[in-house]
């Protein structure tokens, strides 16, 4: 399967359970249905610039965290380009429809972004909203997410 599909899976897993080890991420993967290597995963890790996070459980896991700068890799966007099936206004809401488990790994994108006035995101399994003060904000992010999608 290809690189990007395989680290949409890591940033999906990566959000929805706690991953310790490389091991475990690659258990996971391998569940999916990933053949997959030790060097392959370091150096997805790597490329997508994960960390190690202590979690409220008292372990520490594979996490996401965006920079202060507004740097968005190619990566990520190709990863949004291949998940995202529609993005649609609803009043001060954006619904972003994604492929099927993808909701998580999309919504860590979105809040890298850094989109102006974002009060908050919420995701379901294939659904992401996004939530705005003002139908005009809400316009401004269908414009920067779906520019992202071309």
Not at 31 to 39: K, P
Not at 51 to 75: A, H, M, P, R, W
Not at 120 to 126: F, L
């Amino acid at each position: 399967m290809a690189r990007s599909a395989r680290q949409s899976k890591i940033l999906e897993l990566i959000s929805t359970k706690e991953i310790e080890t490389q091991d475990e991420l690659a258990r996971e993967l391998k569940n999916a249905g990933f053949e997959i290597t030790q060097a392959t995963i370091s150096r997805d890790i790597k490329e997508l610039g994960l960390t190690k996070i202590l979690s409220s459980s008292g372990k520490y896991k594979y996490c996401f965290v965006g920079s202060d700068e507004q740097v968005v890799s190619n990566k990520y966007i190709s990863i949004f380009k291949e998940a995202v099936i529609s993005v649609k206004p609803a009043m001060n809401l954006v619904v972003v429809k994604t492929m099927k488990g993808m909701a998580p790994a999309i919504v860590s994108f979105v809040d890298k972004l850094n989109i102006a006035e974002l009060m908050g995101a919420v995701n379901g399994d294939d659904t992401v909203m996004l939530i705005f003060p003002t139908t005009t904000y809400a316009s401004q992010a269908i414009v920067t997410l779906t520019d992202m999608l071309v």
